[in-house]
């Protein structure tokens, strides 16, 4: 399994540098703006009104305070979005491009297992992953530091930590759904949907009251990222993420062992 590891974390090496500048130009751009933000928060709020709707696809907090501005601008919306772009072209492809280009026959005529196979390659996608959002919320945390945010730096970190929990959601989906045959195309369809369709059902749930009920079924429901960098951290929301995480993965496992490659 190991080697299997090693040759794909070597085969995305690229991918993750590409990504990794990429995310650390958005955070110190996004960022950089704080002070002039700060400047003018009590003009800003006197004239920009927004509706509670508005607000809450944005998190739901003060767009103009410390806490609010990293909310809305990075953390709820736009590093989650990035990053589930990323997860779901991985859980797509790391089965699937080989799947379909036919060299995936040759792999599997090496001795190792289907299970080691499928293992190896999603710890190697989590991994992909992980550096990723190590180096965003470095970033963010080097950032807030400079441009004096004032908000407690493990609060930003554990924010970073359930939004990297989040994605792994929606990579792990995505790795199912090809491993169980349903084709690239598809499994990136129904991933994306779920994604989008969740954050918008889940976000605006508070102010659609029926949608209380269907939110449930979204990750992006346990995601509350304002209460974690105000301080109130729900690991309950994290065990949500893994157990989903865990639960994509046994029965992608279970599947392709059994599935007819050829």
Request: glycine share 10%; hydrophobic share 50%.
């Amino acid at each position: 399994m190991r080697p299997v590891i090693r040759w794909t974390l070597w085969q995305r090496r690229w991918g993750v540098f590409w990504w990794s500048l990429g995310v650390t130009a958005l955070v110190a751009f996004t960022m950089a703006f704080y002070p002039t933000i700060r400047d003018q928060a009590a003009e800003l709020n006197k004239n920009l009104s927004l509706g509670s709707s508005t607000q809450a696809l944005f998190g739901g907090t003060d767009f103009f305070s410390p806490l609010g501005y990293l909310n809305s601008q990075l953390i709820y919306f736009t590093l989650p979005l990035l990053l589930a772009i990323l997860a779901i072209g991985l859980g797509t492809s790391l089965v699937g491009r080989e799947e379909s280009n036919g060299s995936i026959e040759s792999l599997l005529a090496t001795p190792i297992s289907r299970g080691r196979l499928l293992t190896g390659k999603a710890f190697a996608g989590m991994g992909v992953i992980c550096a990723v959002t190590l180096v965003a919320t470095m970033v963010i945390l080097v950032m807030c530091q400079i441009v004096h945010l004032g908000l407690p730096l493990g609060n930003i970190a554990a924010a970073c930590f359930a939004c990297f929990m989040l994605v792994l959601t929606y990579g792990s989906l995505a790795f199912l759904l090809t491993a169980t045959g349903r084709g690239r195309a598809a499994a990136l369809g129904i991933a994306v949907v779920y994604a989008i369709g969740g954050y918008l059902v889940s976000s605006l749930s508070s102010s659609v009251h029926w949608l209380e009920r269907i939110s449930v079924i979204f990750p992006y429901h346990y995601y509350r990222t304002a209460d974690i960098l105000a301080g109130r951290f729900d690991w309950s929301s994290i065990v949500f993420f893994a157990l989903f995480t865990l639960t994509c993965g046994l029965l992608a496992w279970l599947s392709f062992r059994r599935r007819d490659i050829s």
